[in-house]
Structures are given as structure tokens and as C-alpha cells.
């Protein structure tokens, strides 16, 4: 089905992850991740994300719009695409996207990972219309290079801002949590956006259809979809609506994070922001 989750995950770093976790065999999917990682297990550790956002929203009235500095700016060299067969998330849309920032005064990943607010993800749903998203295709059109797990393709870099609603960015949610995917630390400030990106069905369609999480030579192609993990209480931790976004309702809440990823990502070349627009 083209409403199958799928997520393209952006991103500015790469989180090093164990090689024996998945999500459709019980011995390593999402509810053993746990026994793999100790930092994954949702009893020893309570920030885990995705979360239900409707559940414990409330307005914060300073979350004004952000300041995506460097998005409008056209990089030099090139991107990379890259088809990691797995990564995690899955949303109520049938696609999302996020973008992977690593606070500047970190040195590092690992530095980062032992920060709280380390890691700075922004997370924006994606909805299907009739229409092509010009701009979506820079991506979309590239997905044949990387169709099975572990292949890669060039990339030229292309402003981020032309991929996201720029026109809504005032609209947000605002919680911190965990990465999800292993090692499912506890390092981010998730910021999820309310109003979507709209690609067309064909588009949608060339993720779905056409991106396996097996390799080349594997003796049956599986597609890579439904790859999410599941959701976590929120416990205490409280989810801030911007000045101008909707509160959302917990019993009506379309804007769950669960999560489901299709690729690794525009890795390197990709510089990190500073983070700063977010704290």
C-alpha cells in the first residue's frame, strides 16, 4: 500500500548503532532492543521517544519561530544518499522527514550523545497531493542508486529550506527524548512540525515500492517499510505547543510519533547548524 509508513531521514551526523537490531524477527525488533542495548529498555531508562504529543501538550507562548540558519544556503561538493536498510520512525502521515543537527560546541558524536540537548531533530510529516514536489525530486529521483541496503549515491547539495513549509514553521511541538533507533540515547530536543510537506502519490510511491532493506543479492527483496518503533509513555516529560501551533487532543491526536525510517540519509557534506535556534 503507498500509505505504508516510510520516514527519509537528513541528516548532519550518524549515529553509530549495533548491528543485530530490526524489527520483524522477535530475537532484535523494537521490544528486544532492550536485551541488545540496556540504554533502549523502556523500564531502565524513561525518556524514550516516539511519543503520543497529544497527551501532555501545553502552550509555550516564548516558542516563536525558529531561526534555521544556513538552510537557505547552497553548499559546496556533495551529498551523500545512503540506503542503511533500517534506521526507525513512523508517523499517522504516510511519510516523515527529519533533519539531524548536532549542537556546534561538541566536538563530536559521542560528546554529543552524553548531552542531554545534544542533538537537535526536526521532524516534519509528509502528506501526498496530486502535484509533484519539484523540489522533493532532488531526493526522489535518486532512489533507484540506492535501492537496496548498504548501496550509496552522490548528491548535489540543495538549499533545505526549499523541502520544508516555510510558510508554517511558526507551528511546532517541542519535547526532549531519546534518538530511536540504538543506542536510544538520551540526547535530543525533538522539534515535530504541524503542518506537512505534500509530494505527489507517484513520489510517495518510488519510497514505498522501490527501496528494499535487503542487499542486492539477497535472495528475495523486501521492501523497506513498517520499519517504526512502537510508542512510549511520556511520563512527566511535558510536550510544548509554539505560540502559533494547534494543542493538540490525546484522545483524537493525529500527530503521534511513531516512527518509521527509509533511509540512512544525506550524510556527509552535510554541515551541522549550530543548534542554536533551538535553546
Request: charged share 15%; hydrophobic share 40%.
Amino acid at each position: 500500500s503507498p500509505l505504508e509508513e516510510t520516514l527519509v531521514k537528513i541528516s548532519a551526523i550518524c549515529c553509530p548503532v549495533p548491528e543485530d537490531f530490526c524489527y520483524d524477527e522477535p530475537h532484535c525488533d523494537p521490544y528486544a532492543w532492550g536485551d541488545l542495548v540496556p540504554s533502549c529498555h523502556p523500564l531502565l531508562e524513561e525518556h524514550h521517544s516516539p511519543i503520543d504529543l497529544g497527551q501532555q501538550a501545553s502552550r509555550n507562548t516564548s516558542l516563536g519561530p525558529l531561526h534555521l540558519e544556513g538552510f537557505d544556503v547552497m553548499q559546496t561538493g556533495h551529498w551523500t544518499l545512503r540506503n542503511d536498510g533500517r534506521s526507525s520512525e513512523c508517523t499517522a502521515y504516510p511519510m516523515e522527514m527529519q533533519i539531524v543537527n548536532m549542537k556546534s560546541v561538541h566536538p563530536n558524536l559521542t560528546a554529543a550523545l552524553d548531552d542531554p540537548t545534544g542533538l537537535a531533530v526536526l521532524g516534519f510529516f509528509i502528506d501526498v497531493v496530486y502535484a509533484d514536489n519539484v523540489h522533493f525530486a532532488h531526493i526522489s529521483q535518486k532512489l533507484s542508486s540506492v535501492a537496496y541496503k548498504g548501496q550509496t549515491a552522490k548528491v548535489t547539495p540543495f538549499a533545505l529550506m526549499s523541502l520544508l513549509p516555510k510558510h508554517n514553521l511558526s507551528q511546532y511541538y517541542r519535547y526532549h527524548s531519546s534518538l530511536t533507533t540504538p543506542p536510544c540515547s538520551r540526547a535530543v530536543v525533538w522539534t515535530v512540525y504541524q503542518v506537512p510537506v505534500y509530494i505527489s502519490w507517484s513520489q510517495l510511491a518510488q519510497f514505498t515500492s522501490q527501496v528494499f532493506s535487503t542487499e542486492e543479492d539477497a535472495e528475495q527483496a523486501t521492501p523497506l517499510r513498517n520499519n517504526f518503533r512502537h510508542i512510549h509513555p511520556a511520563f512527566s516529560r511535558l510536550v510544548s505547543a509554539s505560540q502559533d501551533a494547534k494543542l493538540l487532543a490525546a484522545a483524537a491526536a493525529p500527530l503521534q510519533l511513531l516512527h518509521a525510517v527509509l533511509l540512512g540519509g544525506l550524510l556527509s557534506g552535510l554541515q551541522a547548524s549550530s543548534g542554536a535556534f533551538l535553546f
